[in-house]
C-alpha cells in the first residue's frame, strides 16, 4: 500500500505533462521543398508550403495550386530562414522536405553554407534529394508538374523514376553529398533542373486543366561540383557514361547501329537490366593506370538488322556492336569530367584504398594527375533474350512474300 501512495503522485505527474514536444498541425507551415539562391550579395531563401485544404479530397479544386511559395532574404541561410516569421502566420516545418533546389549563382558560389546549416539543424533530413537549377530556384519551384499536386513530390519521384529505368542521373540527398566532399576526392556532381518547352511559366493550376502545358519541369545535364562549388555542367549522354564509370547504372536502354559506321542511325536497342562496373587501379612508369571491367545482362527490345538471331554467330556479333556502344559511352563521359579535373567517379577512392602509401604522394596533386589518368575499357554483355522472333519485322516480311 505504501508502494502505491508513492507511485500515484509520480504517476500523476506523468498524465499531467502529455506530450512535451507534440507539433500541432495548425501551428506549423509543412515545407515540401526549399530553394536556395545568390542574388545581391545576399542569399535568397524559398519556401513551397504545403496548402492542406488545398489536397483535402472534399475540397480539392482543379483551379485552386497545392503549394504556395515565397522567399526571403538574409546574410546568412539562417538569417534569411528567421526571417520567415515576418511574412507567415505560422513556423516553418522542415522535417517533410522532400528536395532542396541550389540555383546555378548560388552553386558557384558554394555549397557549404547549406551544408553546415543542414549538419546544424535538428529539424532538417540528411535524406533530402537535391537538384542544381541553371536557373533560379525559385522559379523551378513554382511550376506546377501534372499527375501530381506537390511539385517537390512529384521532382522526388521524378530522380527515383529516373534512376531505375534510365541511369542518367544518380538521385543525391545531403548525406551523400557530405560524404562526396568530405571524401578523398571532394567532388561529386548533382542532376540539374531545367524548364524546358516554350520556356513558360506553368504557375497557374488552371493550366493543369489542358491535355498538355507549354513548358515542363525536366532532369537536364549533370553538375560538377569540386571543392564546394560548381565548376561546370557536362551533358546527359556525358553524365551516363559517368553513372557506367561510377557503377551506378541499374537499368537503362541502348540503342546501336547494325554496322561500326558511326554516320549509321541506332535503330536497334537493348534493355539493360543489370549490369556491374569493376575498378582496378594500376601504377606503372610513374602514371596510374585503371581497368574499368563491365559486365552487363539485357533484352533485346528493337531489331532492324540482317542477320538471323537463331544463329549464336549473329548472336555474338550483336553482342559485340552493344558493348562498342558502351565503350563508347563511357569515353564520352571521362572525357567530359577530365576537361574538368573533377573526380566525380571516385577514382582517387579506389586508388587509396589499394594503394594507401602511394595515395599520400598524389593526393596534393590529385587535380592535376586526374586526367592523366589511361583508361582499359572492357565490356561484357550478355543477352538473355531475344523475343519472339529470329529476325526483324522487315525481314520477316519478305521471308512470307517468298
Request: glycine share 6%; charged share 20%.
Amino acid at each position: 500500500m505504501k508502494r502505491w501512495r508513492l507511485l500515484l503522485p509520480m504517476l500523476i505527474c506523468i498524465l499531467a505533462t502529455g506530450c512535451w514536444n507534440r507539433v500541432e498541425l495548425n501551428d506549423i507551415a509543412i515545407i515540401a521543398a526549399t530553394g536556395l539562391d545568390w542574388k545581391d550579395g545576399k542569399w535568397v531563401v524559398s519556401y513551397q508550403v504545403v496548402l492542406p485544404q488545398a489536397i483535402s479530397t472534399q475540397s480539392a479544386s482543379t483551379s485552386t495550386a497545392a503549394v504556395h511559395v515565397f522567399s526571403t532574404k538574409g546574410e546568412s541561410i539562417r538569417s534569411a530562414v528567421s526571417k520567415a516569421s515576418q511574412e507567415t502566420s505560422r513556423r516553418l516545418y522542415f522535417s517533410h522536405t522532400q528536395i532542396v533546389i541550389i540555383g546555378q549563382d548560388a552553386a558557384r558560389k558554394g555549397l557549404g553554407p547549406l551544408l553546415d546549416t543542414y549538419l546544424r539543424n535538428h529539424d532538417s533530413r540528411e535524406t533530402v534529394n537535391v537538384f542544381l537549377s541553371k536557373g533560379s530556384a525559385r522559379r523551378m519551384m513554382e511550376q506546377l508538374i501534372p499527375l501530381e499536386k506537390i511539385p517537390g513530390a512529384a521532382i522526388q519521384r521524378m530522380i527515383n523514376n529516373e534512376e531505375m529505368n534510365s541511369s542518367t542521373f544518380h538521385q543525391m540527398t545531403i548525406h551523400k553529398i557530405l560524404l562526396d566532399l568530405l571524401g578523398t576526392t571532394q567532388a561529386t556532381g548533382i542532376p540539374g533542373l531545367v524548364v524546358s518547352g516554350t520556356n513558360e511559366s506553368v504557375d497557374n493550376a488552371g493550366q493543369l486543366a489542358y491535355t498538355s502545358t507549354p513548358s515542363k519541369v525536366r532532369l537536364f545535364d549533370l553538375g560538377l561540383i569540386s571543392g564546394d562549388k560548381l565548376v561546370g555542367w557536362i551533358s546527359n549522354e556525358e553524365s551516363q557514361g559517368v553513372m557506367w564509370l561510377a557503377n551506378h547504372v541499374k537499368k537503362t536502354t541502348v540503342p546501336f547501329a547494325c554496322s561500326e559506321d558511326k554516320s549509321e542511325q541506332k535503330l536497334s536497342s537493348i534493355r539493360i537490366t543489370h549490369a556491374s562496373t569493376k575498378l582496378t587501379p594500376r601504377h606503372s612508369s610513374g602514371k596510374w593506370l585503371m581497368d574499368v571491367s563491365v559486365t552487363a545482362t539485357g533484352t533485346l527490345m528493337e531489331y532492324n538488322c540482317e542477320g538471323d538471331l537463331t544463329n549464336p554467330k549473329q548472336i555474338v556479333k550483336l553482342q559485340k556492336r552493344v558493348e562498342d556502344e558502351i565503350v563508347a559511352i563511357m569515353q564520352k563521359g571521362w572525357g567530359a569530367v577530365s576537361k574538368y579535373k573533377t573526380d566525380v567517379i571516385g577514382f582517387g577512392s579506389t586508388i587509396r584504398n589499394k594503394y594507401p602509401k602511394q595515395w599520400v604522394e598524389t593526393a596534393a596533386s590529385w587535380s592535376e594527375e586526374f586526367p592523366n589518368i589511361e583508361l582499359k575499357l572492357k565490356v561484357k554483355v550478355n543477352l538473355n533474350s531475344t523475343g519472339m522472333s529470329g529476325s526483324g519485322f522487315k525481314k520477316a516480311q519478305e521471308k512470307d512474300d517468298l
